[in-house]
Structure formats: structure tokens, C-alpha cells
């Protein structure tokens, strides 16, 4: 098996530096931000029928990878619908690793700000559907991710969580997806939740942030050293405590509640995209041959795990 790993490792990294190209199909992204980031009016928490309508969207992408795509739907405040969106690969019965990414947003057309997450789960559902599994993955899309839902119950991924944890399921970690589409090489366009990380990471928003706590656990810890190695993006590992790292709260979290082992992968959200959170989050804002490598050394990774 190790050796088996390590040849992937070198094809892998072979055929890129050959190649100049991922795994990951830089036309289909861009097709799939354009879908869902030009998909008016607003996907938000106050639009139902348009959550489902990408809801539907997302299902029929998966459905194109995975003869295994469920829906976990719930109510909120006693009258609406949302719909969390399940992607499975590998043996039904063997310890999960979950990647997840929320389609909703707080302000169109939320291009990084969360496209970007579910974009990178298509392309994952692509590239898992022929693999051999060790583990199984889920790949969940989930709805309620932005406020006035946010460190709430009602998220997609709380409900997700709990799910799993009230169900016993065996988990081996969750990897969150959260705005991994912005780049930007000059100096001072990188800020951070504490002033001292600039010392240690620097001012360029030329990197992919991988973010936990300490002592996240095993999954964390492994999932974090394979990226690092693997990555051909430039990769920074913040560990911080959860309090520390609350400005930058998100869907892993949720699983921090249940004991589960956890991280983000981001561009750091508000700390470096100027479009966050307004109408200028579009797809031309996208660095889409930095997202795919992104991307890429997810895959590359679960492969190694």
C-alpha cells in the first residue's frame, strides 16, 4: 500500500510539473462558478426556492460522479425547508472523512463567498468516482451558512454534525471548504485575526491557509502534513485556539462540538478578499488556475490519507 501511495505521489507531481496542469479541469470550474455565482436572484436564507433550486443544481452535478446522492432536509422556525446535499463515495461501512463547502450566501453573487467551496466539490466528485476508497468520503453541500444562521443550530453543518454523532457514525475527520478562489501577490493585500501572524506569514495573499486548533486531532494533524508536502500552492498552517480563530468561524467548527477531528481550508475570507460580502464577489474575481491546484492537493491528499 505505501508503495502503492508513493507512485501515485510521484505521477502526480510528474504530470504537473511535466504538464504545467492539474487534475482538475480549469474550464469546468469556471463553467460551474458561472452557473451558480450568476444563479439570480440571491441564494440567501430568505429565498427558499431559490436554495432549492441550487439545491437541485448541486444534486444533478453529483449525480453525474455518484450513484449515492442523498438530501437532509430540515425546517427552521416551524415553516421552511432547507436541504443539505450528499455526495458519497467508498465502502458504505468503513470511517468517513466529510468535506463540506455552503452554497448559500449573504450577498450575491458570492462568487469566492461560497462558490468557490462547492465548485471544489464538483471537481472532487469528478475525480473520486473512479478511485479505489479506503475510506468513505461524503462530500456535503450545506445551506445556512451565513447569518443570521451563523454559530447557530440551524446551519447546514451543525445539523450535519449532530446527525452523525447521533447516529454514531464513525468518523475519521471533516475538511471545510470556505473561500479558496482569491489570490493576490502584492505586498500588504494579506491582513490576519492577530497582528503577529503577519511576522510569521507575511503580507501577500499568495497562499492557501490551512486552519485548526491545536490538538485537532489525528485526522487534522495528517491531513495537514500530506497537503503541505503535496501542494504546489504555497501553504500556511494556522493553528490557533477556537477563540482565538473565531473571526474566522465556520462549518468545521460545528464539528469541533461534536468531538469530531477538523479544519478549514480558505483563503482567509475578509482577512484578504475586498469583494467579500458584496456584489463584487463575481467569477472575474477568481484566480481559477490557483483554485484548481487548491483543488488538486485535496484530492492528492485524501488519496495519500
Known sequence: MKIKLLLFSIFFLTFI?????????????????????GNY??????????????????????????????MQRYQVNGYSYYENVICSFGPANARRIIIGAHYDVFTSPG????????????????????QEMKYRVDLVAYTLGEEPFLKSPDMGS???????????????GM???DMIGYFNSQFHTQKYPVDIFSLIFGTKANFIALVKKPA???????????????????????SAPPSMLDMI??????????????????????????????????VDTIDINTMSKVIDAVFTTLMLL
Request: hydrophobic share 40%.
Open 158 to 172: 451543525f445539523v450535519h454534525a449532530k446527525m452523525l454523532h447521533n447516529h454514531g457514525v464513525k468518523v475519521y
Open 216 to 238: 485537532a486531532g489525528p485526522f487534522a494533524r495528517h491531513f495537514c502534513t500530506i497537503f503541505k508536502a503535496e501542494s504546489i500552492v504555497k501553504t500556511h498552517k494556522i
Open 17 to 37: 510539473h511535466a504538464h504545467g496542469e492539474g487534475l482538475t479541469d480549469t474550464a469546468l470550474i469556471k463553467s460551474y462558478l458561472e452557473t451558480i455565482a
Open 111 to 130: 462568487a469566492d463567498d461560497a462558490a468557490s467551496g462547492i465548485v471544489g466539490l464538483f471537481e472532487l466528485a469528478r475525480l473520486l468516482q473512479c
Open 41 to 70: 436572484p440571491s441564494r440567501s436564507y430568505n429565498n427558499v426556492a431559490k436554495l432549492d433550486e441550487t439545491a437541485d443544481y448541486i444534486r444533478s452535478v453529483f449525480a453525474q460522479f455518484s450513484d449515492s446522492v442523498t
Open 175 to 177: 475538511v471545510s471548504l
Open 249 to 282: 468561524w465556520h462549518d468545521h467548527m460545528n464539528y469541533w462540538k461534536f468531538g469530531y477531528s477538523a479544519l478549514m481550508i480558505t483563503d482567509t475570507q475578509n482577512f484578504r478578499d475586498p469583494y467579500y460580502h458584496n456584489s463584487s464577489d463575481t
